[in-house]
């Protein structure tokens, strides 16, 4: 097997670079009299990732100088009383930005609860308004992930135009926006896209034919080093929790690709954790420091 020298794909460091230049931003609106941007998390019930996800949104908010709010609910708070909530955040002019926690317990609609969310307000880029928009190209609010992938794509100026990229998945979070904004014209973008997903037979003569592959099917460790032609730029948005004896917490953030056969033969490659990980909540700071700009023309 052909090695390369590779290059990590560093989203922790570039989200660092990123949360500087925000909170920067923030505190020039702030002397100029402007309200800091307000983001507002709705959490229920007591799901370990999802709290995880959340105090560190919330962290964040605080390091690049947001107001941020939490609001908990038990898991056995009703779908109307949810709603009530949604409805309550979307009438009020001092919160810009909010979020629905996924996943949501059994009894309560998801849909439902991501289509009552103002559109101006899904700083999450959920609602069927923004994916809509988003698919053809015109100003909305991107989910996190995608969005943070093409930031590290931007910033790395890794070469998309006429280039044959695979995503590895098909779920409305990540990879169907993640082939459509590569589809885009401009850059990032401009890419020939192929999808993949559980039915599709030859996964692996197609993996090898692209110059870019997105592996975000949740299956750790699914890409194996010969799936991946030399010279590849692999962005590997898995994080699925391992049993590892050896670890205080007792498991391990394994990505969806096996790091250690495919990033020899890589150009370069996100980590796990430390690629997209960190990407994805500094999309959510950029998107709602948009939603707080964008209330006020």
Same mark, same amino acid.
């Given at each position: 097997m052909e090695e390369q020298n590779y290059k990590l794909l560093d989203g922790k460091a570039t989200s660092a670079q990123i949360k500087t230049e925000i909170a920067a931003e923030v505190t020039a609106r702030v002397a100029a009299g402007k309200p800091a941007p307000h983001l507002v998390a +709705? @959490?229920? $019930?007591?799901? #370990? #990732?999802s709290e995880t996800y959340v105090a560190s949104k919330i962290k964040t908010c605080a390091e690049v100088g947001f107001r941020s709010t939490l609001v908990r609910f038990e898991d056995d708070v009703t779908e109307e009383r949810l709603l009530q909530e949604i409805h309550r955040l979307n009438e009020d002019p001092e919160v810009h930005g909010f979020i629905v926690q996924l996943p949501l317990p059994k009894h309560i609609d998801e849909q439902k609860i991501i289509e009552a969310v103002d559109p101006k307000k899904d700083v999450d880029g959920f609602h069927p308004i923004n994916v809509g928009r988003m698919s053809i190209g015109l100003p909305c609010f991107v989910s996190a992930t995608p969005q943070g992938i093409m930031e590290l @794509?931007?910033? &790395?100026? +890794?070469?998309t135009r006429g280039k044959h990229c695979v995503v590895l998945g098909r779920s409305n979070i990540v990879g169907k926006p993640m082939a459509q904004l590569l589809l885009h014209k401009g850059y990032p973008g401009d890419c020939t896209v *192929?999808?993949?997903? /559980?039915r599709t037979t030859n996964i692996k003569e197609l993996c090898l034919q692209a110059d870019i592959i997105i592996a975000a099917l949740g299956v750790p460790e699914f890409l194996k080093g010969d799936m991946v032609r030399p010279g590849a730029v692999i962005i590997d948005v898995g994080t699925t929790r391992v049993p590892d004896a050896s670890r205080k917490s007792g498991f391990k953030l394994t990505g969806d690709v096996a790091f250690d056969e495919v990033a020899p033969r890589s /150009? &370069? +490659? *996100?980590?796990?954790? $430390? $690629?997209? $990980?960190p990407m994805t909540i500094i999309s959510l700071m950029l998107n709602t420091l948009q939603a707080a700009k964008l209330q006020e023309a």
């Open positions: +709705i @959490l229920v $019930g007591h799901d #370990g #990732g @794509l931007s910033r &790395y100026k +890794i070469e *192929t999808v993949c997903h /559980s /150009s &370069y +490659i *996100t980590p796990v954790p $430390g $690629g997209v $990980g």
